[in-house]
């Protein structure tokens, strides 16, 4: 039995794929089980952060009932169910259902290798897109003096919203539209980035979990093959979530 580094407490501990797990006051299913080492898929969730639950992919059952992990309240007692086939199924759809919405070729995007989405896919199994792609057309946004936008891989996590908004205070991202029209926005009356004052030091800057937004004149600086998640997968890597 795995309890990390906090005690077992009957009063304060729920079951995850049927393993004690002990939590603290205010913690959604998906940090205490961090905490404690164990993997929940998740792509718009970040310990840095409040939950946002829009990504879906850390989608458990608790007590029998859909959840979302990041967004559940851990309670004494629950039944978390997790690492399932029909569970893992559903997050491999939805997985494709990202893949081929946006513009994703791994093979010559700098995130490769270091990317949520893609070390995702890997640990859920998915060998291809299954569905047809749509082939957006989303032209990159190369006017900011360092930084390149490239709205064709964004998953719409909030994350960079958040970061902009709550850390950086200054608003540089939103996220406009519905549905299938859903898109990333610049906050600038151009809609350029150039026209804002996002800066590479800015959260905002470097929190992407995929190769949206990137430091220009950086390239492949660590090479393919030694990249984090060639090391070693994203599920052996909970503890260092958070970390660049
Ligand atoms: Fe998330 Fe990156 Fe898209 Fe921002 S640009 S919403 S951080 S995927
Ligand atoms: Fe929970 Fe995205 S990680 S909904």
């Given at each position: ?116 989405l893609q070390a995702t896919a890997y640990e859920m199994g ?32 909030e994350l960079c919203v958040r970061a902009s908004r709550d ?70 890597q909970v503890q260092d979530e958070g970390t660049p």
């Open positions: 039995m795995s309890a990390g580094r906090y005690e077992l407490d009957g009063s304060r501990s729920f079951t995850l794929d049927g393993e004690d797990l002990p939590f603290q006051p205010g913690d959604s299913v998906l940090q205490a089980a961090t905490r404690a080492g164990r993997y929940i898929p998740h792509l718009c969730w970040h310990p840095d952060f409040k939950a946002h639950g829009s990504c879906r992919i850390c989608t458990v059952k608790v007590n029998g009932r859909s959840a979302a992990a990041c967004t559940v309240q851990a309670a004494a007692g629950l039944d978390v169910e997790s690492n399932t086939e029909e569970l893992n199924a559903h997050r491999k759809t939805l997985l494709q259902m990202l893949f081929v919405e946006g513009n994703h070729f791994c093979p010559s995007c700098e995130k490769s290798g270091h990317c949520l998915m060998e291809g897109p299954h569905f047809e792609e749509f082939y957006p057309d989303r032209p990159v946004d190369a006017s900011h003096p360092d930084i390149l936008l490239d709205f064709n891989r964004c998953i719409l996590c850390v950086d205070g200054k608003n540089v991202f939103a996220i406009g539209g519905h549905g299938m029209g859903t898109r990333l926005l610049v906050n600038s009356a151009s809609g350029r980035l150039a026209d804002t004052d996002l800066a590479l030091a800015d959260r905002a800057a470097q929190v992407c979990p995929v190769g949206v937004i990137l430091p220009k004149r950086r390239g492949f600086v660590v090479p393919i093959g030694q990249r984090r998640y060639d090391a070693k997968p994203v599920s052996e």
